[in-house]
């Protein structure tokens, strides 16, 4: 079983529509989680953390579940410009460096 | 500079060669970290780095792989003997110390072994 496994989809939706992507861990001692933005030929880029209360910036909310390992990531009112690749990564320890686990990946095209 | 700076961008080399990829972390961070990934794929985490010493070092793929960092700086990442399976895009990225969730990441250089 991967570490961490992803939909690699890819979700067409409208412009308008409300998404949510889904990622399950299996390391239970996963303490910090994260969602990160890639575009197309681009390096990925923090879009937001994860906390275990859940979390909300602006039309996009995170949620965690630790019970069944998995942490989630919906869009509200999706743009044109939300179309890009969501990794989800997680890591065993908070606040010092140490190995950052990616998923694959879920693709999302916005469309008109 | 800014952000990080990876070199080359790109790189072709033959089947055999050994190549050298460098990353020049955000001044002032002490955690470096590298990353792969394939065509329409995942990020696969080969090393990193917290000041000079390498606490993780398990994603490296095989003996070819080597990763030094001096200065508490400047990364070089060294593939032996390339093959056509070291094709990727190579990452790096680097973060403050006890900031390991924000990661800033170069532009990566396109290795492209023939």
């Known amino acids: 079983r991967k570490e961490v496994e992803q939909d690699p989809g890819p979700f067409n939706v409208p412009e308008g529509a409300t998404v949510a992507f889904n990622c399950t861990y299996s390391n239970s001692a996963s303490q910090s989680f994260f969602w990160y933005r890639q575009d197309c030929r681009k390096e990925p880029k923090l879009l937001m953390s994860?906390?275990?209360s859940g979390n909300e910036d602006g039309r996009f909310t995170a949620q965690l579940n630790r019970a069944s390992q998995y942490i989630s990531l919906l869009i509200r009112d999706s743009k044109l410009s939300d179309s890009a690749t969501y990794l989800c990564v997680v890591t065993p320890n908070t606040g010092t460096a140490s190995k950052l686990t990616f998923g694959t990946g879920t693709r999302l095209q916005v469309t008109l | 500079g800014a952000g990080v700076s990876q070199s080359p961008s790109n790189k072709v080399t033959e089947k055999g060669k050994d190549v050298e990829l460098r990353c020049d972390p955000i001044s002032g961070h002490t955690a470096l970290y590298w990353y792969r990934q394939s065509l329409g794929q995942g990020l696969e985490f080969l090393i990193y780095f917290q000041g000079n010493s390498a606490p993780d070092k398990s994603g490296l793929p095989s003996d070819r792989f080597s990763a030094e960092r001096t200065g508490g700086s400047v990364s070089t990442l060294t593939i032996q003997r390339t093959q056509q399976e070291d094709s990727a895009v190579y990452l790096c990225a680097s973060s403050l110390a006890g900031r390991n969730e924000k990661l800033f990441f170069g532009s990566g250089t396109q290795l492209s072994v023939l």
């Open positions: 994860v906390y275990s």
